[in-house]
């Protein structure tokens, strides 16, 4: 068998138009299958809410940049910064040969 997704997070920025497939709808039963956690960055209101729900139904967090954002590159950096450094904390001690 090949390499499954199982237990891999997703950092997904978005508009949250949804143009293109798969749709959030379509893929949601998966990811959290395979137990993927997707921490989502909204860019603009509109994107927020959708994206706060696949966040929580995948136990990621969701970060939101208004459309007025005055510093929208600290603002990603602080998300990605806080994504990262939230999954290495929730890696266990034995995860690191200790």
Avoid: C, Y
Avoid at 52 to 69: M, R, Y
Avoid at 83 to 96: A, G, I, K, M, V
Wanted: glycine share 10%.
């Amino acid at each position: 068998g090949g390499r499954t997704a199982e237990g891999d997070t997703i950092i997904l920025m978005t508009d949250g138009e949804e143009n293109t497939d798969p749709k959030i709808e379509d893929v949601l039963w998966l990811l959290m299958a395979e137990q993927v956690m997707v921490n989502t960055i909204a860019l603009g209101t509109s994107a927020a809410k959708k994206l706060e729900i696949l966040a929580l139904n995948t136990g990621g967090k969701a970060f939101s940049l208004g459309d007025s954002q005055a510093n929208i590159e600290a603002a990603m950096e602080s998300a990605f910064v806080e994504s990262t450094t939230t999954q290495l904390d929730e890696s266990s001690p034995s995860d690191h040969g200790q």
